[in-house]
């Protein structure tokens, strides 16, 4: 079957840097997103990987490795407004998006 | 703003009922995506249509149903209503099926069954 998996919740401070990761198991791989999803929010756009590497953007940035099925989310400086789900999602081999449970990132002051 | 629509942002109805809810997705794009988001958990993928044919299916209840309209437009049809069924439906969109490219959500519907 296919299967993503992330932590459930996570803890940091502000200021810190956090790293959240996302495992899968798809048949097959054309592409892995990031969504930020604020409380009875839509999920917005974050980041997406096709290649494996890194990705910046500002203070988030992405990684892939398409041979060990693992994606990570860098956040760093946290600002309190990060506190929020991040889901991790995959398009398989018919372009369908299989979506990871979420992480709840609580920021503390 | 994402573009994509959502009609009605909040519904409370109760057991048994039939409600519809309603998508625009953003202007150009073909495919439109149903979720389902009950508390506390993931997106759990409904339907996809594109262009007005459905495109792929997933744990789509058999109370629950679905159409794309000539215009674009969606609507996700959910009968004999239960009291688990409460939840946040998002609608979202992107240009084809091919989904190298973003999806855009909605600002969801959110569902109380009583």
């Known amino acids: 079957g296919q299967n993503i998996d992330q932590p459930t919740e996570m803890t940091a401070t502000e200021g810190a840097i956090v790293q959240i990761n996302c495992t899968y198991q798809?048949?097959?791989?054309?592409?892995l997103f990031w969504y930020q999803q604020h409380a009875g929010e839509a999920p917005t756009f974050l980041s997406y990987?096709?290649l494996d590497g890194l990705e910046e953007k500002g203070r988030f940035s992405s990684f892939l490795s398409r041979s060990k099925g693992y994606s990570y989310l860098l956040l760093k400086e946290l600002q309190m407004k990060d506190s929020a789900s991040y889901l991790c999602a995959v398009t398989d081999s018919n372009y369908q998006l299989i979506w990871g449970a979420g992480t709840k990132l609580i920021i503390k002051p | 703003d994402s573009g994509v629509t959502q009609t009605p942002k909040h519904l409370i109805t109760a057991t048994g009922q039939r409600v519809t809810l309603r998508c625009s997705p953003r202007?150009?794009?073909?495919?439109v995506y149903w979720y389902q988001q009950s508390l506390d958990q993931g997106l759990q993928f409904l339907i996809q249509?594109?262009?007005?044919?459905?495109?792929a299916k997933g744990n789509i209840l058999e109370r629950f149903s679905a159409q794309q309209f000539p215009d674009l437009h969606s609507e996700l049809n959910l009968s004999s209503l239960e009291l688990g069924d409460s939840a946040l439906y998002f609608c979202a969109s992107s240009p084809g099926t091919d989904l190298n490219t973003e999806a855009f959500f909605g600002q969801g519907t959110r569902l109380t069954v009583v």
């Open positions: 202007s150009g794009d073909l495919s």
């Open positions: 798809t048949s097959g791989f054309n592409g």
């Open positions: 249509y594109y262009n007005g044919e459905e495109r």
């Open positions: 990987n096709v």
